[in-house]
């Protein structure tokens, strides 16, 4: 009986005392240390919050040593020249590396590969999601960053801008402010570092059952895709029928220029999108006359389909749209971002989340299934990294899911 009793008070006294995060802040630009960076420890669980603070030495070491550390998600931020590089410190890391780069204004070191449209109708609301993909080829490698905007966004008339996100390489979506450029017109200030990036957008529109939308090209991309789900007809100039992925139709429409307004036709409702249907599946059947309506989508694109199109269709099918259906507030500043200026006007705030009716069913349906469980974290995995689940939430949710893992394993 003493030794449990003993095992426990070291565990404690361990929790106590916390952890160790040792780390090195690098310029990518330079590949020297970077000496005087102010470095931040945050915690993501209740709301980003600051829970230690130094500067790396002149061999670009830092140190924090506070609970937590080693035993809960962390993200360390180092402040370089004013724009904030992030990197995650999960659970049982007690090791990193924080990369920054020197920034630049030009935006010829940036290029658009992809631009992803997905419509999911709700009632007399017509769901949006965008995103795009942004690749930094710069050389020497630096960050493109501008604190007035570097990634403009205009959207159709009369949309209701719900939420912008985006990431760098590390692919971990932050919740961004927005900066108003205008009507129909925003701007976010994130810092694309080398490699590939990415920024996902929703908005609402009316929906009448049919509708006819423009939809504005600020940038030159040089792939576009389409996605609804089935029954909602998409007709647009140089749009072709691309294959079915996670129970949405898809459509190529090639590359788009820079300036040029696409409109799109939809009608109908369609169905309600549930992530994991559709998988893989084979292109349909075909018309009346037998021909194909459905083709396979180039290999080209096949990286670019999947991460989207699953993303988004689980988040339709996990309540997204009561999620995003909620407006967002003016003047209200969202957690702190990825890669984004520490100053500048924000006009955007990062939503709150509670459960679904379709998640309480998820959560309903998880008791005995080992496969149900694995879908259940994945589907949670997706909220979080689209941004539309907080990380107090997120905790809460993850610790019912292992929960309930324990109880399966005890049998």
């Known amino acids: 009986m003493a030794a449990p009793a003993v095992l426990a008070g070291l565990l404690l006294a361990q929790a106590a005392r916390g952890g160790t995060l040792h780390g090195t802040v690098k310029n990518g630009t330079t590949g020297a240390p970077a000496a005087g960076v102010p470095v931040l420890l945050l915690s993501l669980q209740g709301g980003m919050e600051t829970v230690a603070n130094t500067k790396t030495d002149a061999r670009g070491a830092f140190q924090f040593d506070s609970p937590g550390v080693g035993e809960r998600p962390m993200l360390v931020r180092a402040v370089y020249r004013g724009v904030n590089f992030h990197t995650a410190a999960p659970p049982g890391r007690d090791a990193i590396q924080v990369e920054v780069f020197e920034p630049s204004s030009d935006s010829k070191i940036v290029t658009y590969p992809s631009r992803v449209v997905i419509f999911q109708p709700n009632g007399p609301k017509l769901l949006v999601g965008e995103e795009f993909s942004v690749r930094n080829s710069s050389s020497p490698p630096q960050a493109y960053f501008r604190t007035d905007g570097n990634f403009e966004i205009e959207l159709p008339d009369k949309a209701e801008l719900q939420q912008v996100s985006a990431w760098g390489p590390s692919a971990m979506p932050v919740v ?36 006819s939308i423009r939809l504005p090209s600020r940038y030159a991309v040089e792939n576009l895709l389409v996605a609804a789900p089935p029954g909602v007809e998409v007709r647009a100039d140089g749009l072709q029928p691309a294959g079915t992925e996670q129970g949405m139709n898809l459509y190529r429409g090639g590359a788009l220029s820079a300036g040029r307004t696409l409109e799109i036709s939809l009608s109908g409702q369609g169905s309600a999108v549930a992530a994991g249907d559709g998988q893989g599946q084979e292109p349909s059947g075909g018309g009346p006359d037998g021909s194909p309506n459905i083709q ?83 589907r949670l995995e997706l909220r979080r990294q689209a941004g539309t689940i907080s990380e107090e939430e997120y905790a809460k949710e993850r610790a019912k899911a292992e929960q309930v893992l324990r109880e399966l394993v005890r049998g």
Not at 345 to 367: C, F, I, L, N, W
Request: charged share 20%; no cysteine.
């Open 176 to 211: 961004q402010a927005t900066i108003e450029h205008g009507a129909n017109k925003y701007a976010i200030a994130f810092a694309f570092r080398p490699g590939e990036n990415g920024v996902r957008l929703s908005y609402l529109l009316p929906y009448t059952g049919s509708s």
């Open 296 to 378: 396979v989508i180039p290999s080209r694109l096949d990286v670019l389909k999947w991460p989207v199109v699953i993303g988004f269709a689980g988040l339709f099918a996990l309540g997204a749209i009561f999620l995003l259906r909620r407006p967002v507030p003016t003047g209200m500043a969202p957690p702190p971002a990825a890669e984004t200026p520490s100053v500048g006007k924000r006009a955007g705030e990062s939503r709150g989340s509670h459960p679904s009716a379709s998640v309480a069913q998820v959560d309903a349906e998880v008791t005995t299934s080992l496969d149900a469980l694995k879908d259940r974290l994945f």
